[in-house]
């Protein structure tokens, strides 16, 4: 049939993407309120640097490397659609039967706008002490070398997608990201706050959040942009994308639940930071597994995620990574237990549905194989910058102040 344009569709993406964009200045409030006021603009600004780096590169070569012509199933061929040229094909056939199409570039707004969350995700782990060049370069870098070959692994037909080696055993599933953006992203945070190292001070000192009503604002509008995140991946404003909608509200109500009641067992009290960290949990649990739970399950899912995390920030101190705003214990452990309960709860392949266990050990496969290629290439990357232009600021500028230091202004006048 001759190909038309679905407006429908087009429009829900192009909706969804700007869902998604939201995002990013949404995790800036809820980083921010996490610092300390000295800190929070440089925090903004870490986020606001992703968006600018990784949107430029994303149209130059990050499209071409998640969705080009496919180099060993790693990583697609920057240069097949450079610049979005080559052999960029402007129509993106959706329904072979009915010729209905959108178009490609939708589909690169809405890509781009995963890697600019991904990367502005790491910033948190390595707050207050960090040169800006050297974070801007490394967004750069990051993008290019782990997000884009991750991308291209599951979403772009390569090594962990349904088209890779292990679909022999069961197809994998990551619905919207959880290998692609939270495990990639925790486990880059986790090298990060160790080849960087600790805040002064850090832990005898305490880092307290210094203004708690921005990271709930942060975490509403998080939770907020996540339905394009999830139910945009459906891409299609159909029962799937309603499905995974549901699913990412009752799995983020789920993990607030659940890292509420480690509070209140632990320490007598439920936080308003800890409903903030839950909800975060529990929409990176469910990023992997949006459209292959039940609404039911999904409560489930992230309930288990809320209590994981809710126990997991607390490693940081006891094993000495100064991981600042709990990057490493929301995104990288929520990220693997959605990614990998998946194999266990999924409606239809799951493990406790009688799916086998083949779902349940490709899961595992891909979760193991984003954390080692993650933590590699992002061990290189920092090293070679530490040895080049160097992560850290000055001591006495980490005691008067990022803010003031890097940027020349506060966020707060009057206030030291």
Not at 134 to 145: I, K
Not at 201 to 219: Q, R
Not at 251 to 276: D, F, H, M, N, P
Request: hydrophobic share 55%.
């Amino acid at each position: 049939m001759e190909p038309f344009l679905d407006t429908g569709v087009t429009a829900w993406m192009l909706v969804s993407a700007s869902f998604v964009l939201l995002m990013t200045p949404g995790l800036a409030l809820f980083y921010g309120g996490m610092t300390r006021s000295k800190s929070i603009l440089n925090m903004m600004m870490m986020c606001f640097g992703a968006m600018a780096v990784v949107g430029c590169i994303y149209v130059l070569w990050g499209w071409s490397m998640s969705y080009g012509e496919s180099l060993g199933g790693i990583v697609g061929n920057p240069f097949d659609q450079f610049g979005l040229g080559g052999s960029f094909d402007p129509v993106s056939i959706l329904n072979e039967e009915t010729g209905a199409y959108m178009p490609t570039i939708v589909d690169v707004g809405f890509q781009a706008t995963f890697a600019i969350i991904t990367v502005a995700l790491i910033a948190g782990s390595i707050a207050d002490r960090t040169k800006y060049a050297t974070w801007l370069v490394f967004a750069g870098l990051w993008a290019t070398l782990s997000y884009f070959p991750m991308s291209h692994m599951v979403w772009g037909d390569g090594l962990l997608s349904g088209a890779g080696p292990f679909a022999s055993i069961a197809e994998p599933i990551d619905f919207a990201g959880g290998t692609v953006v939270h495990i990639n992203a925790g486990v880059a945070g986790l090298v990060l706050a160790l080849v960087i190292g600790k805040r002064k001070g850090w832990p005898g000192e305490a880092f307290k959040p210094h203004n708690l009503p921005l990271v709930m604002l942060g975490a509403a509008l998080l939770w907020f942009g996540w339905f394009g995140f999830n139910a945009g991946s459906a891409y299609g404003a159909d029962e799937v994308a309603g499905l995974a909608w549901v699913n990412t509200t009752t799995a983020t109500g789920g993990a607030i639940l659940g890292w509420l009641l480690v509070e209140k067992l632990k320490y007598g009290k439920a936080t308003s930071l800890g409903a903030a960290s839950g909800v975060v949990a529990g929409l990176v649990a469910i990023t992997p597994a949006a459209g292959a739970l039940t609404p039911v399950t999904s409560i489930v899912l992230g309930a288990l995620a809320g209590v994981a995390s809710a126990f997991a920030v607390s490693l940081k101190t006891r094993f000495g990574y100064d991981d600042s705003l709990d990057v490493v214990g929301v995104h990288l452990v929520s990220g693997l237990v959605g990614t990998v309960l998946i194999g266990l709860l999924a409606t239809d392949t799951g493990l406790f549905f009688g799916g086998g266990i083949g779902q349940l050990v490709v899961q595992i496969i891909i979760a193991v194989i984003a954390i080692v290629f993650s933590g590699v290439v992002t061990l290189v990357i920092a090293l070679v910058l530490k040895a080049t232009m160097g992560w850290r600021i000055p001591e006495e500028d980490e005691v008067t102040g990022i803010d003031q230091t890097a940027h020349a202004e506060r966020a707060y006048e009057g206030i030291a």
